[in-house]
């Protein structure tokens, strides 16, 4: 799909070396492009990119753009007569998009395409339900867990408080973009189930507004939270505050939601927050404090049972970062510059941490079970005189639990005394995630080719590649390899 933005002043539903030269000549590609909703018409309306939507039309189908999610494309006859395309690229376009129906079985005999009508008991079978329960168990990140607050100690809980905007709430869990399941699953309603079979209490109310500053419920939340063994507050974001054409120009959590969290930690009870968002939310004194269980996760859709699992231990949590969580938004560069390694730099690729620690690193997770690195991380062999030689990179890990849990190993690397300053400052290689067993010892390999590193052939040859096992800030264990032609 061509997007709604441009590159280098050049839209990408205009963007020949973009669409054909990678996509097709680079990566081989042989199916069709589909341009998002309107860039056709933006590249004449809001880029200004040609006179004509005439010639907007013409530019996008001859860069490589082959259907149209519009109604653009209904003006290629005049471009066709007005000489800006011919009929050979129409052909092609439309060669492309036919294929693609062909292979789907769109013009297949009525009842032979066995994908067509799959039955209901399939698509909401049991199987899938759990399937997607267990994505949104393995999708929440820990990112801090003192005194081990959490799983809950179900033996020394007889009341939950389930208190925030985003607890009971399926509008947040879809988001905008999502299908129809059978049955929404609130957070809430995961917990309550397993907490009914350990006769535990569960009481909830809503407590603080994502919308306003409100304080309207903040007596009553505290009120069940003073009440309660363990309190769990549920807040975040929802598609008002981040969505197609919307943006934050903060970094905090909306409305009253901060203010109650803090009124809850005064409490001095064991606390669990979870936040709910699809870009970085900062509150650098809840980590500070140290006196909450911290998670987050995006919009999960339909299975809020799957975060229950890991409140209550049933599930482990494995997930990761998949972005940087900035200590605060002065950190953050200027929306209209987007210079990869201006200071402090942007992205975990270019991001200086010396200058700009972050409150929680890219790749970042914690796990309720303690993994140890059993050996030091070798690669083998440690020099190369080729760049197609196949390197191997081996590391030992046990899991001394308590708990049978999932791993995500990364592998990073980083180019030392790099001449190039234009190049990331580190990089995520590769990753994998392991199951272990409680006590379980595993040696995980990763194997690559230096040539198949992103920018290797721009460095200095003789030179030296860092690799290390951990997150885009912290190094676990750590190798070099050394390339010398000469060797």
């Known amino acids: ?52 939507l005439e010639q907007a039309v013409a530019i996008s189908i001859s860069s490589g753009n082959d259907i149209n999610c519009g109604a653009e494309f209904k003006l290629l006859h005049k471009s066709l007569t007005y000489g800006f395309v011919n009929f050979d690229r129409i052909n092609l376009a439309l060669s492309r998009g036919l294929r693609s129906r062909f292979l789907s079985g769109n013009f297949d005999p009525i009842g032979t395409d066995p994908y067509s009508s799959i039955p209901y008991s399939i698509v909401d079978s049991l199987e899938h339900k759990l399937l997607t329960k267990q994505i949104v168990s393995e999708s929440i990140v820990l990112l801090q867990n003192p005194k081990q607050i959490l799983p ?82 549920v807040g975040g974001l929802d598609e008002s505050f981040e969505e197609e054409d919307i943006d934050r120009n903060t970094l905090k959590l909306p409305g009253g939601q901060s203010e109650l969290i803090k009124l809850i930690m005064k409490l001095n009870k064991p606390f669990v927050i979870l936040i709910i968002s699809g870009s970085p ?48 938004i002065s950190q953050i560069l200027p929306i209209d510059d987007y210079s990869m390694n201006k200071s402090p730099g942007r992205t975990y690729r270019y991001l200086d941490y010396n200058k700009a620690p ?31 030689t196949d390197i191997i990179a081996n590391i030992s890990i046990i899991n001394e639990g308590p708990f049978r849990a999932q791993f995500v190993i990364q592998l990073y690397y980083e180019f030392l005394n790099s001449t190039v300053i234009e190049l990331p400052i580190r990089e995520l290689l590769q990753f994998t995630k392991i199951t272990f067993e409680k006590n379980e010892q595993k040696t995980i390999s990763f194997t690559f080719r230096i040539r198949n590193i992103p920018n290797s ?20 264990v750590e190798a070099s390899l050394v390339i010398d032609f000469d060797s």
């Open 1 to 52: 799909m061509s997007s709604i933005t441009a590159v280098n002043g050049i839209p990408s539903a205009a963007n020949k070396y973009l669409l054909n030269d990678v996509l097709r000549n680079e990566w081989n590609f042989t199916g069709y492009v589909i341009s998002d909703c309107d860039p056709i018409a933006d590249i004449q309306k809001s880029f200004h990119y040609t006179s004509t």
């Open 152 to 233: 809950f100690n179900i033996k020394k809980i007889k009341q939950i408080a389930v208190i925030g905007p985003s607890s009971n709430d399926i509008t947040v869990q879809a988001h905008t973009y999502h299908g129809t399941p059978s049955k929404w699953i609130t957070i809430l309603d995961g917990i309550q189930s397993i907490a009914l079979k350990y006769n535990v209490n569960v009481v909830y109310t809503w407590g603080a507004s994502r919308r306003n500053n409100s304080d309207e419920d903040f007596l009553h939340a505290l009120e069940l939270s003073s009440q309660s063994d363990i309190i769990l507050f």
């Open 281 to 328: 939310i900062s509150e650098p004194f809840i980590v500070g404090e140290n006196l909450a269980a911290l998670l987050w996760i995006s919009y999960f859709g339909q299975s809020g049972d799957g975060i229950a699992d890991i409140l209550f231990g049933l599930s482990v949590p494995s997930g990761c970062l998949p972005f940087t969580i900035p200590m605060n």
């Open 358 to 388: 972050p409150l929680f690193p890219f790749g970042y997770g914690l796990s309720y079970s303690k993994f140890i690195f059993n050996s030091k991380l070798l690669i083998y062999p440690n020099q190369i005189n080729n760049l197609d």
């Open 457 to 476: 052939n721009r460095q200095q040859i003789p030179g030296i590649i860092n690799f290390w096992i951990g997150n885009s800030r912290d190094r676990y």
